[in-house]
């Protein structure tokens, strides 16, 4: 579930705004503001799309997890799962489909946890989201 929005970092591109599926954010003084984080889907878009970090969502989808800005912005966890996801490796190819399931297999493989491998196995498989809009507007 979506937890954090660093404002130092964030740069006010709105991406995340634009990406969200279910409208999560309100967009305030030029920034984005969590709104609605009931609605939040735990599908990490928001955090894919962010060009400079600054999103954090947790990994728990049933309920929040209160985080602490300066231990979560320490830890190194903001874009962890851009970057375990291989999301950089596709980001420029100019086509209207992205295989997400093969995304999403990879970050849960490279996630610690007993059942991670079982996870991507069950994902790895032809799961294709077409991104009606790509690249994102900046
Ligand atoms: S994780 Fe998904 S649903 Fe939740 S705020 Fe980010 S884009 Fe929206
Ligand atoms: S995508 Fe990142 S930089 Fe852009 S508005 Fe959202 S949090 Fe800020």
Redesign the pocket.
Known sequence: ??ELVVRDRCTGCGR?VR????N??DFVDGRPVIARQDD????????LYCPVDALY?APNAERPTPVDEQTIVASGLLGEYRRNSGWDEWRDIPNLFWRQGEIFARARSRAPGPSAQDTASKLSSTEAVEIAEWPPRS
């Open positions: 579930m979506i995340c990406v969200c599926p279910t999560v954010f939040c889907q735990t599908c990490f878009m928001c955090e969502v």
